[in-house]
């Protein structure tokens, strides 16, 4: 225990001096802890790290007191001006305990400090995972690593790993090896990881009190399979030889001690060719559970014969729990599908299994990045996908739990801003933020403070099918319109740097579901005239199933339903895109600069005082994402960040030019 005590004290110093911010030049708030400790108590007291590892002390004890569930990851932090006590009744909840230490350390010009306090905590869920999907595009381990390290500084525990889909197999098999050769595979040929590698990965996910799950996808997204074995279907009867042992060949990589659960897969069976015997996955699973592993399988997914002991995971909203099966949730966040200023407020506003903690059916949740698309590069994952944000945001729900029922309400919208709910979203974007600057500077964090933004919109106005008909908003900005015999007023004070019209899931938004042309003001004053750049997007792209929502539009267009902005009545071109046209269905062309988050932003005249934004955003019955974002930014590294001293305000007044 002392040398454990030695190196956190040592790791310590080394995360300060790396990572701190510097406050010298002004008081230090409280620091931001992610997730939120269950509870929490500042104490105003100080510990110097420069004190004797003798004044740290961590130690096991029976129990922690007034801790009502997942007892054995609970932890006790006591940080004094004399001491730092450190408490858990196991090494999992000194570990956590540890996480926390890190988070509360800062540096001063005369030293290094832990910010005291007293601390109680545990998690609200026994299983609180991630999911990459390497089966489709391969991830180097380095890359993995950088995201399990991730994982554990922020108390999540499970990284869920799917190995094999269509494009590839990528897990070593030395029975059947010509399921690794690049001839089985139609992206990122050959590439696959080695049974050391593999033995690596999850060794080194124990080591951090992380539990990997392996995921080999059966019978669904098996053309890889298929076509190595030189099979048409997966009724053939070769593979009631092969899959077993290839199930068999997994297990005995890694003891069930540190390898818990298999992952069958069993999704999306939709063609004839993909259907199994009935028979073979019912004797699979027996035999997996002989090895002393659990069994996962996704809902909804194939219904196997005999099977009432596997735990389900949850992946669509078609999806219910399974009578008397634990299970997961992983329902609607997908990081593929989500922009990271709506996606954000969602996964924190959401309930995992509908509930403010795990009991022992209810188990916890998963969120997944299924980056279907073809990349060229394998860090685009993390660049075009709001990966980082989205697993601190939901380590948060995981650890913490979402005590509030809104019933689904707030996923696509904010509360109002005098709802004690905006408080808490506030309080917690503000820890993210600080999160962002302090730990991620050399890491894609595509997120910015979005809380203080506000917009008028009004519409739809009736297009007739024609998105480049004009409404007279686009003349002037007054209180309300008649057109066509109708009255138009404006939904004032909407909150957000991306806002959804209607949202693609179906979650309660703004306005009710139907096509036509909408508009959307503001004004952001400046303290001086200034070029800013501006993330700008309508009607953003998932990155899944080709580009979802397209076709993509022409260079001279910012989206096929022809959106139009204007900054002080100057109209703002489109980006030169690089790949314009794209059809929908184009999974094999990666993706460079569809999306605002990770294309080069805008750059935009801003005048000293007020300045008046207007958008125009036309829907189509067949527009998918129905969303827009202007949001200024300003770049600090390989991040961005807000741009300071900018006001907001989308009061409109009569007769208001744009």
Known sequence: MANTIKYLLLLLATTFTVLHISCDTKERNKPALIP????????????????????????????IEGVPFNKEE?????????????????????????????????SKKNGRYL??????????????????????????????????????????NVFHLHLTDNPGWRLESKIYPQLNSPESMSRWAGQYYTQEEFVDLVNYCYQRNITLIPELDLPGHSRALRKALQVETMKDPLLKKVIPELFNELCKLVPAGKMPFIHLGTDEVWHEYEQADPELLAALIENIQSRGREVIVWRPGIEI?????????????????????????????????????????????????GAAHGDSVKLGGTLCCWNDNNVSIEYD?????????????YSEIAWKGQQHNTEDKYLAMFPDFNDPLFSEYCNFESRLIEHRDKFF???????????????????????????????????????????????????????????????????????????????????????????????IGFHDWSRSGGRRGGPFPDKKEWHNTNPKVWVNNQIIAAPNWQQPNLKTQTEKIP????????????????????????????????????????????????????????????????????
Request: net charge positive; proline share 5%.
């Open 305 to 353: 014969k005999n099977d009432s002991s596997s735990l389900t995971q949850l992946w669509s909203s078609a999806g219910s729990p399974k009578p008397g099966h634990r299970y997961l949730d992983s329902r609607l966040n997908y990081l593929n599908h989500l922009d990271p200023l709506s996606g954000i407020p969602q996964l924190y506003f959401d309930r995992i299994c």
């Open 591 to 658: 993706f460079v600069d569809e999306n605002y988050f990770f294309r080069q932003a805008q750059s935009i005249e801003f005048k000293k005082g007020w300045n008046t934004v207007l958008l125009k955003i036309p829907i189509k019955n067949n527009t998918w994402k129905r969303m827009f974002t202007f949001v200024p930014v300003m770049k600090e590294g390989k991040n961005f960040s807000e741009v300071r001293n900018l006001i907001y305000n989308s009061e409109i007044k009569l007769d208001t030019k744009k």
């Open 381 to 393: 994952i993390l660049k075009q996908n709001p990966v980082y944000p989205g697993i601190l945001t």
């Open 115 to 156: 910010t005291g306090c007293i601390i109680n905590d545990w998690p609200a869920f026994k299983l609180r995972g991630f999911m990459q999907d390497v089966g489709r595009n391969y991830q180097s381990l380095s890359m993995l690593k950088e995201q399990i390290d991730v994982l554990a500084a922020y108390k999540m």
């Open 36 to 63: 939120l400790p269950q509870k929490l108590q500042w104490n105003e007291q100080v510990f110097n790290l420069k004190d004797s590892s003798n004044s740290f002390k961590q130690r096991l004890v029976p129990q």
């Open 441 to 535: 500077q050399n890491k894609p964090f595509p997120y910015i403070r979005q809380t203080e933004m506000e917009w008028s919109i009004i519409g739809p106005f009736n297009h007739q099918d024609d998105v480049n008909r004009s409404f007279p908003v686009e003349d002037s900005v007054c209180e309300r319109y008649f057109v066509d015999s109708l009255e138009y007023n404006w939904k004032e004070r909407i909150i957000g740097g991306t806002l959804h019209l209607q949202h693609f899931f179906g979650y309660p938004s703004y306005f009710p579901k139907a096509s036509g042309t909408y508009y959307a003001f503001t004004r952001i004053w400046s303290p001086k005239t200034q070029k800013l750049d501006v993330w």
């Open 74 to 106: 609970a932890y006790k932090l006591i940080i004094t001006n004399d001491s730092v006590v450190l408490e858990a009744t196991s090494t999992k909840g000194l570990f956590w305990g540890q996480q926390t230490i890190k988070q509360l350390g800062y």
